[in-house]
């Protein structure tokens, strides 16, 4: 059905147009004004751009044109690496310092890793996960270390990499308490629950390795971000694909979920919220209702790659 007036939001048209395509800075919709009513729905009657800086729009067809009703301040023609920037601050996300890949970091991350090890079965580390209803081989399937000493204490250490998949930080948690101790820059990297899990048609974001880990468990590979802080590279990855936004059931997670989608769209991903049932986040769901409960969860969703112990089923 057209739209009732010419107030558009961006959310509108995609609902109206949710295949639209991002093409050299716009996106291109099917126009839903009365104006243009009856013509089909498809890529050959995308006659609507938005653009992806300013939010103006107009129909080639009908001519008209006005300003999608989202916020968005006027700008200037910028650079690839000022847009990414740019559409952080948009959405009240802080940008990721730039990586700086030097010998002294290098020397930096080698301290960091004294004395750490890969994670073995039947070990503290491995009996630790197991606990927490994570299995060894999605353990092993993640690259998983273990230092007996992270800051004094014995920790399974989770590795952070950036889009080269150089090592940028790592995550120490704890297995006798509860601290998690980071050291290098979290907001450049991520942790992948194997290591396809961001190179696929359909990408999965969790906050924490623990959540990704646990819906790996479930047969689906996933990204953790310790945090929710977004990953410009990552919107950068996204055109053409899914996106699916695992975050805990709580309003930060609401709150970082609805981010996620505005700045993702801009990318011409497709977005889709995936809220933990049954619990708070996906080590709970996992506690609570097993591997199934997890996997039954995503069933609805565009599938994503799919762990099997040592080897990998591609499902897109």
């Keep these: ?67 999608v009703t989202e916020k968005w301040d006027d700008r200037p023609p910028q650079t690839r690496q000022m847009r990414n920037q740019t559409a952080l601050r948009r959405f009240s996300a802080p940008p990721a310092p730039p990586v700086v890949k030097t010998p002294s970091d290098l020397q930096k991350l080698d301290q960091w890793f004294s004395g750490a090890r890969l994670l073995m079965p039947n070990t503290p580390g491995a009996d630790y996960l ?14 998983l270390l273990f230092h007996p000493a992270w800051h004094g204490k014995p920790s ?63 047969g689906y590979a996933a990204v953790a971000l310790c945090g929710t802080t977004i990953r410009p590279y990552l919107l950068d990855m996204l055109f053409g694909k899914t996106l699916l936004l695992a975050f805990d059931a709580d309003d930060p997670g609401d709150k970082a979920a609805d981010l996620w989608t505005k700045a993702a769209a801009l990318s011409g991903a497709k977005v889709q919220r995936v809220r933990p049932q049954g619990g708070k986040d996906w080590n709970e769901v996992l506690m609570q209702q097993g591997a199934d409960g997890i996997a039954a969860q995503f069933e609805p969703y565009d599938r994503v790659i799919v762990v099997r112990r040592s080897r990998v089923i591609r499902t897109d």
Aim: charged share 15%.
């Design 156 to 218: 399974v250490v989770f590795p952070i990499l950036d889009a080269e998949s150089y090592m940028v930080a790592a995550q120490g948690r704890s297995i006798t308490t509860t601290d998690k101790i980071t050291h290098g820059n979290l907001s450049c990297g991520i942790f992948k629950s194997h290591p396809s899990a961001d190179e696929m048609q359909s990408i999965l974001v969790t906050e924490a390795p623990i959540d990704a880990l646990s819906i790996s468990a479930a």
């Design 1 to 67: 059905m057209p739209m009732p007036d010419q107030s558009l939001s961006l959310a509108a048209l995609q609902a109206y147009d949710p295949t639209a395509l991002m093409i050299n800075g716009e996106c291109r919709f099917c126009c839903p004004l009365p104006s243009c009513s009856g013509q089909p729905i498809n890529r050959a009657h995308r006659t609507m751009t938005v653009n992806s800086l300013t939010g103006l729009y107009k129909c080639q067809r009908c001519g008209e044109k006005g300003k």
């Design 130 to 143: 197991q606990s927490r209803g994570i299995p060894y081989f999605v353990a092993w399937e993640a690259g």
